[in-house]
């Protein structure tokens, strides 16, 4: 099974100002003075380009479509990814796609959306959401909830754990925003990581997934299988943008045998060319990061 996974795409929606509220001024005026510059829209065109001349099994979107989740973004995000939308297509949201509590009530603005690509719903309850390809599982997360300013981290609670238990009968791959685990020189505050990571992880190994694919930090790395979490981690954070000193960004493929042994391939932008170039994996064990 090849697999695609792409994350953290803020597409660039110009919104008018009268229209924000709240917490959403202070991030569309973050976001217009310093981070639209790191997604220009022709590196946005050549990635989706790059997906779309690809043969693959499965595209997995990890979340953060959007900026601020205002309702002008959501339409034009799924206008940017047309072109790769498809039976093969997972989504999940991000903490920017639960930016507000207007993106969740009345109506919940992500899945109004997006709804033919999340698959089917496997709980009442919760947000639990699973699709069959390649005769793997693909279960969904959402880790995200509307949260005050400065604030991005995440959390799952145990028991959508115990119904991901449930409803696996074969080996699955996990989706979910925010990391489990990261690299020492990229650990994350406390208003940023999911604060019940390490529950998480623990309650994850009486069934592994083979693989957890997230994004939310915006640097590339593949985690190899270790005592605390028997899986591979991967992120593909964030594909649109720019690389910088700190941010290695880019995407992944990954070709998964029925097994549950992987191989992986890393492309980034390359403005020089305006292509995507395969790239140096960054991968490690776990001793060399913190859960």
């Given at each position: 099974?090849?697999?695609?996974?792409?994350?953290?795409?803020?597409?660039?929606?110009?919104?008018?100002?009268?229209?924000?509220?709240?917490?959403?001024?202070?991030?569309?005026?973050?976001?217009?003075?310093?981070?639209?510059?790191?997604?220009?829209p022709?590196?946005?065109?050549t990635?989706?380009?790059?997906i779309?001349?690809?043969?693959?099994?499965?595209?997995?979107?990890?979340?953060?479509?959007?900026?601020v989740?205002?309702?002008?973004?959501?339409?034009?995000?799924?206008?940017?990814?047309?072109?790769?939308?498809?039976?093969?297509?997972?989504?999940?949201?991000?903490?920017?796609?639960?930016?507000?509590?207007?993106?969740?009530?009345?109506?919940?603005?992500?899945?109004?959306?997006?709804?033919?690509?999340?698959?089917?719903?496997?709980?009442?309850?919760?947000?639990?959401?699973?699709?069959?390809?390649?005769?793997?599982?693909?279960?969904?997360?959402?880790?995200?909830?509307?949260?005050?300013?400065?604030?991005?981290?995440?959390?799952?609670?145990?028991?959508?754990?115990?119904?991901?238990?449930?409803?696996?009968?074969?080996?699955?791959?996990?989706?979910?925003?925010?990391?489990?685990?990261?690299?020492?020189f990229?650990?994350?505050?406390?208003?940023?990581?999911?604060?019940?990571?390490?529950?998480?992880?623990?309650?994850?190994?009486?069934?592994?997934?083979?693989?957890y694919?997230?994004?939310?930090?915006?640097?590339?790395?593949?985690?190899?299988?270790?005592?605390?979490?028997?899986?591979?981690?991967?992120?593909?954070?964030?594909?649109?943008?720019?690389?910088?000193?700190?941010?290695?960004?880019?995407?992944?493929?990954?070709?998964?045998?029925?097994?549950?042994?992987?191989?992986?391939?890393?492309?980034?932008?390359?403005?020089?060319?305006?292509?995507?170039?395969?790239?140096?994996?960054l991968?490690?064990?776990?001793?060399?990061?913190?859960?």
């Open positions: 099974m090849k697999i695609v996974h792409i994350s953290d795409l803020h597409f660039p929606t110009k919104i008018p100002f009268f229209s924000l509220r709240g917490k959403s001024i202070i991030g569309y005026l973050n976001y217009a003075a310093r981070r639209q510059k790191k997604y220009p022709l590196l946005i065109e990635l989706i380009q790059t779309k001349k690809l043969e693959y099994d499965a595209l997995v979107i990890s979340g953060d479509l959007t900026n989740s205002h309702p002008a973004e959501f339409p034009q995000a799924k206008e940017w990814l047309k072109p790769i939308l498809d039976d093969r297509t997972f989504i999940i949201p991000g903490n920017h796609d639960r930016y507000k509590t207007e993106s969740v009530q009345p109506v919940l603005l992500f899945e109004k959306e997006f709804l033919p690509f999340l698959g089917e719903e496997a709980s009442k309850t919760n947000y639990l959401r699973k699709k069959e390809i390649g005769g793997f599982t693909l279960v969904g997360w959402d880790s995200n909830r509307p949260l005050p300013v400065a604030k991005a981290n995440g959390v799952v609670k145990p028991e959508i754990i115990s119904e991901t238990n449930s409803i696996v009968n074969k080996p699955y791959i996990l989706v979910c925003h925010h990391p489990l685990w990261n690299p020492k990229q650990e994350e505050s406390s208003g940023h990581k999911m604060v019940n990571r390490k529950e998480v992880a623990s309650l994850l190994k009486e069934k592994p997934p083979v693989l694919l997230h994004g939310h930090t915006h640097t590339n790395w593949i985690k190899r299988p270790g005592e605390k979490a028997p899986f591979y981690i991967i992120n593909s954070a964030s594909s649109t943008r720019l690389s910088d000193s700190k941010h290695i960004s880019g995407f992944h493929i990954i070709d998964l045998e029925k097994n549950g042994n992987a191989t992986f391939r890393r492309f980034g932008y390359h403005t020089e060319t305006n292509q995507f170039l395969e790239s140096p994996l991968i490690y064990d776990e001793e060399d990061g913190v859960i």
